[in-house]
């Protein structure tokens, strides 16, 4: 049992460029969400899915775009990368009202 | 809107106290509320979930309490060691919302 998984771990890009942010879960949990962290700000939801088909916008998705095919994977696009998106990315999933489980992390750096 | 915060911002006490982290929630419709801890660089590790009809739940030498009335959560850490240095985080899962997170609590155990 993997629980929630990341990759990459590390990422390099330049403004104007777009990459995908993995994530899975092997839980089987219906709920899987991604949030940005960055000093100061704390923890803030980008997007999140209900189930497979299913998503909605959270309190920052601007620049950021998602989609979920299957329960478990839910990756995160970066359209066209700015600095301002340079930042720590997590992935999390539970089922509704119980344990949120969160994966180790994306660091993201915008030049 | 749920706001959630945390008092202190930051603390630092010598090893084998016994200290309590505040969590604050401003909208008492909640699910559930969760305890993490994140080490520097590190992702989020879940403490203790406790959900809204509970009053309580320990595990170890920690005991997070709930006042969904006041709004309001106590993480308890029991005789503190170094290795329990770390950011807390409490979050809260509301009604048609999804998980709020509090700015966090950095603590230092001195040796």
């Known amino acids: 049992n993997a629980g929630v998984t990341q990759t990459p771990k590390f990422q390099v890009l330049k403004t104007g460029q777009s990459m995908t942010l993995q994530c899975a879960q092997d839980?089987?949990?219906?709920?899987m969400s991604w949030y940005r962290q960055d000093p100061g700000m704390g923890l803030r939801l980008i997007h999140y899915?209900?189930?497979?088909?299913?998503?909605d916008q959270g309190e920052v998705p601007n620049g950021y775009n998602v989609s979920r095919s299957t329960t478990e994977d839910f990756p995160l696009r970066l359209l066209s990368a700015a600095p301002s998106q340079t930042s720590v990315y997590f992935c999390?999933?539970?089922?509704?009202?119980?344990?949120?489980?969160f994966g180790p992390g994306t660091r993201l750096t915008v030049l | 809107k749920q706001e959630v915060t945390q008092i202190p911002a930051a603390l630092s006490v010598p090893e084998g106290e016994n200290l309590v982290l505040n969590c604050s929630f401003t909208d008492s419709a909640i699910y559930n509320l969760q305890w993490f801890r994140q080490d520097p660089g590190k992702g989020l590790t879940s403490l203790l979930l406790i959900q809204s009809s509970q009053r309580e739940q320990t595990s170890g030498r920690l005991n997070a309490s709930l006042d969904k009335s006041s709004g309001r959560s106590t993480l308890y850490i029991a005789a503190s060691q170094p290795g329990d240095s770390a950011t807390y985080l409490c979050a809260v899962w509301g009604y048609g919302q999804n998980f709020v997170f509090g700015p966090g609590t950095r603590l230092s155990v001195l040796p």
């Open positions: 839980m089987n949990h219906e709920y």
């Open positions: 999390a999933s539970t089922l509704p009202g119980n344990e949120q489980f």
């Open positions: 899915s209900v189930g497979a088909g299913i998503t």
